[in-house]
């Protein structure tokens, strides 16, 4: 049976669309016809996604209430397809029942979930959520998996809002200085510099300094942010279809000020929490580097760690392989090499994960508030800035005027 998605009227010339459950178009046409109701369109669920579309539809807020409610109904004793069926019929995720309902679909043909996420969304999931999944399902602890995966995603999400909220003062204060600077150099300013004209008097130099900046500024602000956007399109088109330009561009945002320090505590606060599951779950040291790797949701560890994975098949201990995982925490070594001579590797790496959770979150915390810091003063001083060149010209002309 496969999931299909309609759309029609019923016998009262209402609308109606929804998911109706058929071996092909035509026997789900006869099977809402038998229901009274006239189809227009009958097309598998989640057929052709697209990959902004999966995205979009398969939001944060929808794929944490997914996996959290999934990992809820897994922990309950019921099976992967008739808990997916379950949670179809939460209103909640109305605008995903199509998309979810194409990977049932897959996963009753025998996919497994995060390969059956995966095409159902058009490859909409993040590295990070991927690695997770395929590490739920490699030791079967798939719903331990999810609730890890939605406890992540809430925390990402709860900073996300937390930016948002904050910065979204700065934000409105911004545009309107923008808002009003421009129409300050854009007419106020010429008017004054043709009254001086007229009086032939001279404008000051801040007044002329910011005539001249108004009219280049204009232009090289159109011009970089046309230049951005065409060089942020070219690097995504290219690391989308090579893992050397994925790589090399995770390498170059490692090395920026604060975002890398971020990305690093981020990263190892993902690799030392997915190491822990594996090893608790009694995955072998040889497949569960690799797999933290891939789930730290960066290219240049995943690549570092599948080249180290080899070198520990090969004897080499893991304090090493993990300390020749350059991009991760200088630390980490440390604390491996404590756990591993403590015979309590799991429980020094939930230490670890705690220490790198930390330092995320002052890092973040620091991040917003400077950030918040900076857009302000800079507001400030353009403001004051163009307060001064309308004065300044005016009090010369008074001046002039004056006896």
Sequence with gaps: MTTFE?????????????????????????????????????????????????????????????????????????????????????????????????????????????????????????????????????????????????????????????????????????????????????FMLPMVQSLFAEAHLEVGGLTAGLLVAGRVLGWLLLGGAAAAAAGAWFVRRRAAGSAAVRVAVDRRLWGLPVVGKGRRDLASLRFVRVLEFLLKRGVGLVEAVPLAGRASGSAWVAEEAAREAEALRQGKALADVVRGIRPLHPSLAAWVQAGEAGGDLPGLLKNAGNRFQQSWDRLAARGVMGLEIGMTLAVGLCVALIALAVLLPILQINKGFMP
Aim: include cysteine.
């Design 6 to 186: 309609y759309s029609g009227f019923d016998g009262q010339g209402r609308a109606r669309r929804g998911l109706v459950e058929a071996d092909g178009a035509k026997d789900a046409r006869k099977r809402l016809a038998a229901e009274g109701i006239l189809a227009e369109r009958v097309q598998a669920a989640g057929g052709k996604p697209r990959r902004a579309a999966g995205r979009k539809a398969f939001g944060m807020e929808a794929r944490t209430m997914f996996y959290r409610e999934l990992a809820s109904l897994l922990q309950a004793g019921l099976a992967l397809v008739p808990a997916m069926e379950v949670i179809l019929q939460a209103p909640e995720l109305d605008r995903t029942r199509a998309m979810l309902a194409a990977a049932r679909d897959l996963v009753r043909e025998g996919v497994p979930l995060s390969g059956a996420l995966e095409r159902a969304t058009g490859n909409g999931l993040t590295a990070f959520e991927s690695a997770v999944l395929a590490v739920g399902e490699k030791t079967g602890g798939m719903g331990e998996a999810l609730t890890e995966l939605a406890d992540f995603l809430e925390e990402q999400e709860r900073l996300r809002g937390k930016l948002a909220t904050t910065l979204l003062y700065p934000c409105v204060v911004a545009g309107m200085a923008v808002v009003l600077g421009g129409g300050v150099l854009t």
